[in-house]
């Protein structure tokens, strides 16, 4: 009998998206640490040291066991790693998960995360049997939002408070995407 994969690598066009391994701990270091990327993720203080980096991918080693995951997001030209992707919150009962993800600035506004999210969207339906995917973006992250917006999530309004960082509170905007509204988006 042969177990179906919950967070399988995938592909697209342009990119492969592939379960973080410690070959990407320097990358992982590199984007994680960089202002930029990091500009709108409150919910963790960027990296200032190579072990956090290992952290990171031991956290999201195994991803099958612990029914999370992060994928490096690889373009296939020139094989550069160019951000990540995943799931997390997975709430098996109700068959509800959160997506998260980031890019290095150098690759934004060319389609590449709407293309990596639109095939790990996909396997998140398919492959975890997800109903709802979450997304939780702060509420100045103009960009994200407009992303979420054509991969067809819905905007719930405001999470008051979702973080808590450098002694300030964010709030966050509440996106969703139900498994009926994705089959009738892609069309």
Not at 134 to 146: C, G, P
Request: net charge negative; charged share 30%.
């Amino acid at each position: 009998m042969t177990v179906h994969s919950k967070f399988p690598n995938l592909e697209t066009d342009r990119l492969i998206l592939r379960n973080v391994g410690n070959e990407d701990i320097d990358f992982i270091y590199r984007h994680f640490s960089n202002e930029k990327v990091c500009e709108f993720l409150y919910d963790e203080e960027w990296f200032t040291t190579r072990n956090e980096a290992t952290e990171f991918v031991e956290w999201n080693s195994n991803p099958e066991e612990k029914g999370f995951n992060r994928w490096i997001l690889v373009e296939k030209n020139d094989q550069q790693k160019i951000g990540t992707c995943g799931f997390d919150s997975w709430d098996r009962t109700n068959h509800i998960a959160e997506i998260g993800y980031d890019l290095w600035y150098e690759y934004w506004g060319q389609g590449y995360m709407k293309e990596g999210l639109k095939i790990a969207i996909e396997s998140g339906f398919n492959n975890m049997a997800l109903n709802r995917i979450n997304a939780f973006v702060a509420l100045e992250n103009i960009n994200s939002i407009k992303l979420l917006e054509k991969l067809g999530f819905k905007n719930e309004g405001v999470y008051r408070d979702k973080h808590l960082f450098r002694g300030k509170y964010y709030d966050h905007y509440s996106f969703s995407l139900l498994k009926r509204d994705w089959n009738q988006f892609k069309g």
